[in-house]
T-cell receptor
Framework: SAVISQKPSRDICQRGTSLTIQCQVDSQVTMMFWYRQQPGQSLTLIAT?????????ESGFVIDKFPISRPNLTFSTLTVSNMSPEDSSIYLC?????????????FGPGTRLTVL | KNQVEQSPQSLIILEGKNCTLQCNYTVSPFSNLRWYKQDTGRGPVSLTI?????NTKSNGRYTATLDADTKQSSLHITASQLSDSASYICVVIRGGYQKVTFGTGTKLQVIP
């Protein structure tokens, strides 16, 4: 299994500022994912961050708005840049661990962001 | 369009009762289907994972079923407990982890 921690757990930010969210995993993982969960909505994949390569962004998400770093196999950061109230959401870090039969996806506790 | 629809949207049951949550999907090609439990303010936690060839999988009081022909899955919770109060999310995977489709979830509340 994997234990994932995120910092901060929540924050309230002003419009136009940026916030960097940290994700730490207790084991080395190749694939790490960042999701957004808006109020009452399902999870939406923002990007996949593999160590040693540029993050791959999903449709509707761009690097200038959500820059990601993946300096090693246990850590990643997601920055939400030039925030607006529409960015108010829960941001979740996730990792994939290979199993005998199938892979298992683990999620961090999330970072609850409110933009005023 | 690849979609995962869950019903009901929300559900309230008495402690000790059973309940069944539904998931219908149009995702293709299908790789596997997962049920997650998400407590308020926490990240989702995996309950079951089912591949195409599996039609039932249990995890304690949770039993998931899969009918790949009709593209339906259900999650049955037996003898519910207050700690079962959470959102239950159905997730369908196609071809790899960049092709993950999440359902909107069923919010379950178990009351004493």
């Amino acid at each position: 299994s994997a234990v994932i921690s995120q910092k901060p757990s929540r924050d309230i930010c002003q419009r136009g500022t940026s916030l960097t969210i940290q994700c730490q995993v207790d084991s080395q993982v190749t694939m790490m994912f960042w999701y957004r969960q808006q109020p009452g909505q399902s999870l939406t994949l923002i990007a996949t961050a593999n160590q040693g390569s540029e993050a791959t962004y999903e449709s509707g998400f761009v690097i200038d708005k959500f820059p990601i770093s993946r300096p090693n196999l246990t850590f990643s950061t997601l920055t939400v840049s030039n925030m607006s109230p529409e960015d108010s959401s829960i941001y979740l870090c996730s990792v994939l661990l290979a199993g005998l039969e199938t892979d298992t996806q683990y999620f961090g506790p999330g970072t609850r962001l409110t933009v005023l | 369009k690849n979609q995962v629809e869950q019903s009901p949207q929300s559900l309230i049951i008495l402690e000790g009762k059973n309940c069944t949550l539904q998931c219908n999907y149009t995702v293709s090609p299908f790789s596997n289907l997962r049920w997650y439990k998400q407590d308020t303010g926490r990240g989702p936690v995996s309950l079951t994972i089912m591949t195409f060839s599996e039609n039932t999988k249990s995890n304690g009081r949770y039993t998931a079923t899969l009918d790949a022909d009709t593209k339906q899955s259900s999650l049955h919770i037996t003898a519910s407990q207050l700690s079962d109060s959470a959102s239950y999310i159905c997730v369908v995977i196609r071809g790899g982890y960049q092709k993950v489709t999440f359902g909107t979830g069923t919010k379950l509340q178990v009351i004493p």
